[in-house]
């Protein structure tokens, strides 16, 4: 396939995978259109849904696969096959008496008064973890040599066992991988069928427990994950696509296939962080740079906070918890990531009486197979979006533009049997026990997540985006303070929009622990130049000409002692030239913006870091989903009805509007209810919205 090229003109087709909906957009950066379609997930086979939601917008618009300038994809594959446990049989090589790391992990307790706590299960089970006889020092040297031959009878044991792949993961790789290479090298030689992943590769940093956890999982998944792209870019290029395939990472950046498929487990992420990358751009189209993304789907909501414009980043991310909001209790994936949060439930998750006597939402979800009980495919379980559509939030005839009606009476049946009956209560208050349950419960989350960052979540601007996000954003809004919120235009399809505006970019990581009074420079200069090189090759591989590369290098720091680090900006000149007065005034800034006070402690350094990136696709002034009112016209309803808010406790006739047919300068006094095919928005009474030049509708809690 041919290498793709950045251009100012063309078409991009982003195509995001989520556990109810796959989601594809269509960019012509020429005019700054995008169009859309949304189908439900196809769980048995993901590709299904792509391929076809991909061939029916090219249809729709009259273009050839062959004009398509990219193809860029998220997907949840990774995180689903981690969660079900879904992936290949896996071994682990490891550090002659290291076998155990995966069960011993940190000795920490996510709840210290629970005495039947349940940690996750590892994903190589220990008769497939496996010893070899080497040891490598922390500084680097080989302090035994591997003893190469012991892998023939491990080799032999994988085999027998059926293991498909195995993670290596040997005692301090990641600043001496010559052990890991020779063992990649030999089983190459005797087992060439199997996958291989170093831990030196996917993740060379400290923390022996989650640098293991990583490899092991990035293992898990690689077949799997390698199959289903290799199938995807074999069925683009049969349709008449051109070029590449490029997938969306944890970071939000972007990368070649290729690149993807060697690290799977970056990409556990894909979807939501996409969503931060829509909200980012969402926020400059209307000159907001600290927002509040809130991106609820049909299995999940999270939460991302974004600052100057960029969203908030880690180096520590944890999936398939035992307990859903229990930090502690899932696999720790020490990979980069967009710095979000888990904080309530989707469209699609279940809602049942709790034994207390109240009412409960989530954690599982109906997903897209059988739904909701709404969608008339064998649910029977009330959800959120059964709630919201018995309140009148949405529309029965015009759910995805009326491509998927919605049975009304099958979701009032669902919330009567499980819920209003139980509790003696009508289905009309029973759904609004839903609604406000899991908008408190998000409210609440994002709220403590704001403060644990040492922020205040009301000097946010709220972007709601995702098929349910904008249901329920007033209402959350105002539990949190939050007095003002960019709606944007498809925020039920943002996180393929935001796909679309992604770089291409890669960034890597190499651990060197030491004081900054004692750091040895050269070496460290050398290896930063070895870092960009790599991401460089990287990201010209995907097309990106020399001269549009740019390069960022950072440390994380933190004062001796300390068990956490801070992400520190580090100027290349400064570690070329041996700063360390230039690199302790960065910490110390970055340290006291997390914290508010530094210390008079002397520094450490623990991971070095290096982001190579392309350019940010060109983002037009505004995207136009099909909007054609002229500026300052404020539409005529297209119709009333009655819709359930809290205020009045019953329900009020209200005016609907096309969302499409809003232009800029169109004001809008609630209540109200803005329609477009992927998502709703809900204008409570006590609010109001202004549609800008951007087609945003910036939205204002009354005085």
């Known amino acids: 396939m041919e290498t793709w090229v950045a251009e100012p003109t063309g078409y991009r087709v982003g195509v995001d995978i989520g556990g109810t909906f796959t989601d594809v957009v269509l960019w012509d950066l020429a005019d700054a259109r995008i169009a859309t379609t949304k189908l439900l997930t196809t769980p048995d086979d993901p590709s299904r849904a792509v391929m076809d939601g991909i061939r029916r917008i090219l249809e729709a618009n009259a273009i050839r696969p062959g004009d398509v300038g990219a193809v860029i994809h998220g997907t949840t594959l990774v995180a689903n096959a981690l969660i079900e446990r879904k ?58 040599e591997i003893e190469i031959h012991e892998l023939d009878a491990i080799a032999e044991r994988l085999r027998a066992d059926g293991i498909r792949s195995v993670a290596v993961c040997l005692l301090h790789a990641y600043r001496n991988p010559a052990h890991e290479i020779a063992v990649r090298a030999r089983l190459g030689e005797i087992a060439p069928d199997l996958s291989v992943s170093l831990s030196s590769e996917v993740s060379p940093e400290i923390g022996e427990y989650e640098r293991s956890s990583t490899t092991v999982a990035n293992a898990y998944v690689h077949p799997t994950f390698k199959t289903y792209v290799d199938q995807l870019v074999a069925g683009l290029a049969e349709t008449g696509f051109r070029n590449d395939l490029l997938l969306i990472l944890s970071d939000g950046r972007t990368v070649r296939q290729d690149t993807a498929t060697l690290f799977p487990i970056r990409l556990v992420q894909s979807g939501p962080a996409a969503g931060a990358q829509a909200a980012s751009i969402y926020g400059a189209i209307s000159n907001e740079a600290d927002l509040l993304c809130f991106d609820m789907g049909g299995t999940t909501a999270k939460a991302c906070l974004i600052e100057g414009g960029e969203p908030e980043r880690t180096a520590n991310f944890e ?61 029977d379980q009330p959800t ?23 049975d009304l009476a099958a979701a009032r049946a669902a919330i009567r049997a499980s819920l209003a009956e139980p509790l003696g209560i009508d289905v009309a208050q029973a759904a609004w026990g839903i609604h406000e349950t899991v908008t408190a419960n998000m409210a609440q989350a994002a709220t403590v997540h704001a403060i644990e960052k040492g922020l205040n979540a009301d000097k946010f601007r709220l972007v709601p985006i995702g098929g349910a996000g904008p249901v329920h954003a007033c209402a959350m809004a105002r539990k949190m303070g939050i007095d003002r919120l960019v709606c944007p235009l498809g925020a039920g399809v943002a996180s393929a929009i935001g796909m679309l505006g992604s770089p291409i970019s890669f960034a890597l990581a190499r651990a060197d622990m030491a004081r900054l009074d004692s750091v040895a420079w050269p070496r460290v200069a050398e290896m930063i ?27 994380m720091m933190r004062y001796v002692g300390q068990g956490y680090e801070v992400d520190v900006p580090v100027a290349l000149s400064a570690i070329e030239g041996a700063r360390e007065d230039a690199v302790a005034e960065a910490f110390t800034a970055a340290y006291r913006k997390r914290f508010g006070r530094s210390e008079a402690m002397a520094p450490e350094i623990t991971t070095w870091r290096v982001v190579v990136s392309g350019p940010r696709p060109p983002l037009p002034a505004t995207l136009r989903n099909g909007a054609s009112a002229a500026a300052g016209a404020t539409p005529a309803p297209r119709t009333v009805r009655p819709v359930w808010f809290a205020m009045s406790a019953q329900f009020v006739d209200t005016p609907v509007f096309a969302r499409r047919a809003i232009g800029p300068g169109a004001a809008i006094r609630g209540p109200a209810v803005l329609e477009e095919d992927e998502s709703t928005l809900i204008l409570p009474p006590d609010f109001s919205a202004v549609a800008d030049d951007g087609l945003n509708l910036i939205v204002s809690r009354n005085a």
Request: glycine share 14%.
């Open 87 to 144: 992936g290949v049989p896996t071994g682990l090589i490891t550090t002659r008496g290291f076998r155990d790391v995966l069960e011993i992990g940190r000795e920490w307790r996510y709840d210290l008064f629970n005495l039947e706590i349940e940690m996750p299960t590892p994903i190589a089970a220990r008769p497939h973890r496996y010893e070899i006889t080497e040891r490598t020092g922390p500084d680097g040297a080989i302090l035994t």
């Open 319 to 379: 999936v398939a918890r035992v307990f859903r909001f229990a930090e502690g209790s899932g696999l720790p994936l020490q990979i980069p990531a967009i710095d979000m949060i888990e904080i309530g439930a989707g469209g699609g998750s279940i809602a049942r009486i709790d034994r207390r006597g109240l009412i409960q939402v989530g954690p599982d979800s109906s997903g897209s197979d059988p739904g909701p009980a709404c969608y008339g495919l064998g649910g």
């Open 384 to 406: 959120v979006t059964d709630a919201d559509l018995v309140l009148g939030y949405l529309d029965p005839d015009n759910f995805l533009g009326g491509k998927m009606p919605l």
């Open 529 to 555: 130049h070895e870092l960009i090189a790599r991401g460089r090759e990287l990201v010209a591989h995907a097309g990106v000409p020399d001269g549009e590369i740019t390069v960022s290098t950072a440390a």
